[in-house]
């Protein structure tokens, strides 16, 4: 699987958009990009995922760059409740099942 | 749909004894994966098992084991227990196993000493 870059941390005041960036310039044509989040202590949640289309759901959107080498995972209304790790994670579907997770960003949302 | 269950949810042992942790699952799904996350190493991936089959293994010695029944629930063994298996271990499911979405359960979390 491609690797990914994230920033270490971030943070956001509640109430406003957070906007989580992610780098994979190695990403192949058949890779999806997937999005998980790990409040503290907790089971990593999975958020969304996308191939080269923008995507929504109702917990955020995904937004792919035209040549897919990045994306960034849109939080709409951050709340307190979304302070968390976010992984991205590049990922063939209808390979291996093994999740290779990175560092991860520690988004901390302010009051 | 109930989501993937984790039992126990703590555990403590002492080195050199063993342990088994069992993962519930997802109704349906039937490829069940382990991983291991600690401070120092972060989540790494321990092995899947689909039909009561090894499929994919990450790299952990021997001491690590699993096994998935004919219901899909599964269970990891570690045996001689170290320090450093300390860890919080999670337990994702997924329909089919061919790379779809994983679901995690809340994890057991081990603490040996």
């Known amino acids: 699987d491609a690797k990914t870059t994230q920033p270490p941390s971030m943070d956001c005041a509640e109430g406003r958009a957070a906007n989580l960036p992610c780098n994979h310039s190695?990403?192949?044509?058949?890779?999806?990009v997937y999005w998980y989040r790990q409040i503290h202590s907790q089971g990593p949640q999975y958020i969304i995922h996308?191939?080269?289309n923008n995507e929504t759901n109702e917990m955020a959107s995904l937004i792919i760059t035209e040549d897919r080498k990045s994306s960034t995972l849109i939080l709409p209304h951050a709340t307190l409740r979304d302070t968390a790790v976010y992984y991205c994670?590049?990922?063939?579907?209808?390979?291996?099942?093994?999740?290779?997770f990175g560092k991860g960003t520690k988004l901390t949302v302010n009051p | 749909k109930a989501g993937v269950t984790q039992t126990p949810r703590y555990l403590i042992k002492t080195r050199g004894q063993q342990v088994t942790l069992s993962c519930s699952p997802i109704?349906?799904?039937?490829?069940v994966s382990w991983y291991q996350q600690t401070p120092g190493q972060g989540l790494q991936f321990l092995f899947e098992?689909?039909?009561?089959?090894?499929?994919n293994k990450g790299n952990f010695p021997g001491r690590f084991s699993g096994r998935q029944f004919s219901n899909s629930r599964s269970e990891m063994n570690v045996s001689t227990l170290e320090l450093g298996d300390s860890a919080l271990y999670l337990c994702?499911?997924?329909?089919?196993?061919?790379?779809?979405?994983?679901?995690f359960g809340p994890g057991t979390r081990l603490l040996v000493l």
């Open positions: 994702a499911s997924s329909p089919q196993g061919n790379a779809e979405t994983q679901y």
């Open positions: 190695t990403i192949s044509g058949n890779e999806y």
């Open positions: 996308g191939l080269k």
């Open positions: 994670i590049v990922r063939v579907r209808g390979g291996s099942e093994k999740l290779v």
């Open positions: 109704s349906g799904h039937r490829s």
């Open positions: 098992y689909f039909s009561e089959t090894q499929r």
